[in-house]
């Protein structure tokens, strides 16, 4: 019997995932185990890898084999999975191979020079290839545009959030943009009255490491399917099968290490809770990146920065790093609920960070949709971050405009999933603590399966099978509400 | 300007190349890093890229480019890179994909079944899935034989050993067969009266760690290329641009992990300071399975073993494990030189390690060719244990003909590889030795580079532009010469 055009594609997407877990295992080998020297070989080997995806999912006969699938007669669930195939197959399929290739390449040098750039503070020379990178994201974001009938700016940001909209952002963020900068002066005046204890440092690494493994283990991390390394820019790789997360030790503090695996964990146990048999099919991975920061951010803001959850671990820290005052629950919640508006976004709390990504999304959408030049950027983000954060970057590139590496090799469009990703883990944890009015009781008393129970039935089990705002609405009964955010940050920093 | 058909293989053996990295890195990783359940991903994607390299290979307009190629004028290095694609095509293209297909399936159920029959000495279990891998493995031998001219069971030595002959290896072997079994017994009178200090453990395995990197620093282990880690069965793997060594730690013995260490590292030099510009072409690779294991047992016998190396680490063994009256660099000696004829091949010490060599290669000979049927293997093996070592193993199969996994997936012919591989590096000594007669004082005092000079010219930087006999003759001015082997055992266990 002959495949059906569906069964056909089934084959090709699955091949194609093979080819991705060989992406994912050596790039994450790359940047937590691969000694110097095996650079050129590594990326001239993923380069290769990259050409043999590409040419997978570009192979002209695809077309008629998707075109074939649409009118076979398919399950609810088969058309959902061909949905997110024919996603793929167009993402790789619009764009003209000759642009993909002058934008890599563009790309590549300016995010490769802004390294030292940026450490030279040096606006000009970057934006000597930066203007390069936004001429040709702009061509990509008109072609997109075009095919799809959104906005420039909007096609770009599809990539990370496909269904989200503009005029979507635009009210949720207007919405913040109303309460947070008081909501900080308020939270601000309301700990200059509350005295931290600084933990002392230094902290072993081992003991870091050992921590951070039984932190890991609290929160469900299944250990025969992933690993904790370390690595420069700590991040979760591999795949669903083998979760790789890393982080990053310094013996002066061990808070960030601390809170950074939560965070990790949470991206890890959405990929090692998506559908085993359905991972190597589109429909059965990640719905979008904001999804994904929804469950790090569950874990990491919701949960792990929750004074219950601080007086649960709290005798692991004592039992790993020793007895100090800075390490009863109260401080330690103080230490991790601390307000500070600053230049850095990766460094921000969780108040001043929804100020970061608002700052970036009106910036970027402005260069995209072309109404403003990169030119432009350095006193727009000055006078931005005065009004949100009063911070002044006046001539401070490197802590300015300079910062990020995304606009670098033109990922635009990627800055608004961070804080879509903390609002729906708000909404999220308004829907569980409705369900659950003594959660805070729970989880102090190490009852985490009213959480874990809950994102694997809403979020990890559905993975793609409906598009975002159905999966929200599925799992919160409303659409993405900003109230519970906001409602969450006021009871956090205000309660 | 068109490329030239060599200029075109170049292409094709480099894109191979680069697949094969990935090959080798998530093949190190599955056996040193990944966790269980990553497993049958792994093993997926693996697969996926073996048929992308065999198709790669197999690609059937290869034939016209080699034959054009061979026809282009090339200068001697040219003509012997394009000799060996030449090799690598046609080893991939002589069998029937039917019957690759065949042996493949056949062989990894007879060694994954192999496991347990083993722990149960169950060989009548294992006889009935290994027939049908020597059935394959004879006919594969056939076909390979038919194309070469050479006996069946030399075409398939000569996988791994080109150019090397039954009756080259039947002069060998015979010679050693005549003075070994001697050899072994005086030696054995001889340490009876000698005895050995026992190394007191617990030895914690962080300071094994310590002292083997420390050790492979001291052997010139380029640590910006490559790395050391752990893994169940030690082995040299990874890439020439970056090795990756593994080895196993016990906490009652530091003695096998810090050797095995040592052997590593030889394998590991020669990947190393393969020639960087070419090791993307076959001709820039490692010479044979021989060779290769000439590099180890450099390592490891010719110098890791003799009283003027363990003299000069054993400061390094006092500094990281304390002091101990085993450590005296005289007991050390003792230690990695007693004899003592037993079942394990893999235990086995240097000088009856040959007789299991030997043992292997007359039955595997004898199976592949036809004279006798796979039913016959124990009695055989038993005559041949008590013959060569004195050892019983009737009955006893586990420790005997199941101890191997060579057999098991029918890589039959590999077997002499490692004592071919002893023999060149007592050879590759002797000619060491003849330009430098100090050279015991000289390891003693640390000056390596002796033995590091000379193997990187005549082996390491050749790589693979001669055949093996023609490097043999060329580094040491005659051809294999199993009377250095005796000299070297004679001198260091009877001198
Ligand atoms: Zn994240
Ligand atoms: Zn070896």
């Not at 005052?325 to 919640?333: G, K, P, W």
């Not at 993975?463 to 519970?484: C, D, F, K, V, Y």
Request: with cysteine; net charge negative; hydrophobic share 40%.
């Amino acid at each position: 019997m002959q495949p059906t055009a569906y069964q056909q594609l089934v084959s090709v997407f699955t091949r194609i995932y093979r080819f991705e877990h060989l992406a994912a295992m050596v790039g994450w080998d790359q940047a937590a185990m691969m000694p110097p020297e095996g650079n050129d070989a590594r990326g001239a080997a993923l380069a290769e890898l990259d050409v043999l995806i590409h040419h997978s999912l570009t192979d002209p006969a695809l077309a008629a084999t998707i075109a074939a699938a649409s009118s076979e007669d398919l399950n609810e669930a088969e058309q959902a999975s061909l949905r997110e195939m024919k996603r793929q197959w167009e993402h790789a399929n619009l764009l003209p191979a000759s642009l993909v290739e002058a934008k890599t390449l563009a790309g590549s040098k300016c995010s490769h020079e802004w390294r030292t750039q940026r450490a030279n503070n040096d606006w000009d020379g970057f934006l000597a290839n930066f203007r390069e990178v936004v001429r040709l994201s702009r061509e990509e974001a008109q072609l997109l545009s075009q095919h799809s009938g959104l906005s420039p700016y909007e096609a770009l940001m599809n990539k990370y959030e496909p269904g989200m909209t503009c005029a979507e952002l635009d009210r949720i963020f207007g919405d913040v943009k109303q309460w947070l900068p008081e909501l900080i002066q308020q939270a601000m005046t309301k700990q200059s009255k509350e005295p931290v204890i600084a933990a002392q440092g230094p902290f072993a690494i081992e003991s870091q490491r050992a921590l951070g493994l039984e932190v890991m283990k609290l929160l469900g991390f299944n250990f025969a399917a992933g690993r904790l390394d370390v690595s420069h820019h700590p991040f979760c790789g591999g795949v669903a099968e083998d979760v790789r997360i890393t982080t990053r030790y310094t013996e002066d503090d061990f808070t960030q290490s601390m809170m950074g695996i939560v965070h990790e964990t949470g991206h890890a146990r959405y990929e090692q809770n998506l559908p085993r048999d359905l991972v190597h099919l589109p429909v059965g991975r990640a719905r979008s990146m904001a999804v994904h920061e929804s469950q790090s951010l569950s874990f990491e803001m919701q949960l792990g920065r929750s004074p219950a959850f601080l007086a649960l671990i709290q005798p692991l820290v004592q039992q790993h790093l020793g007895e100090q005052a800075a390490f009863s629950a109260s401080n330690l919640a103080k230490i991790y609920t601390r307000v500070k508006p600053d230049f850095i976004r990766v460094d921000a709390d969780e108040l001043t960070y929804p100020a970061h990504v608002i700052l970036r999304y009106e910036i970027e959408r402005a260069l995209i949709d072309g109404d403003i030049e990169p030119d432009e950027i350095p006193a727009l983000w000055n006078q931005k971050m005065l009004a949100y954060l009063g911070v002044d970057t006046q001539g401070n590139f490197k802590n300015g405009c300079l910062q990020d590496i995304h606009w670098t090799d033109g990922s635009f469009g990627y800055f608004p999933s961070y804080t879509l990703g903390a609002m729906y883990a708000a909404q999220f944890f308004a829907t569980i603590r409705s369900q659950f009015p003594d959660l805070d009781q729970r989880i102090a008393a190490g009852d985490l399966a009213p959480i874990f129970d809950w994102l694997k039935t809403h979020i990890w089990t559905p993975a793609s099978r409906w598009e975002t705002a159905e999966l929200i609405q599925r799992a919160t009964g409303e659409s993405l509400n900003p109230a519970h955010f906001r409602q969450h940050l006021e009871q956090r920093y205000l309660g």
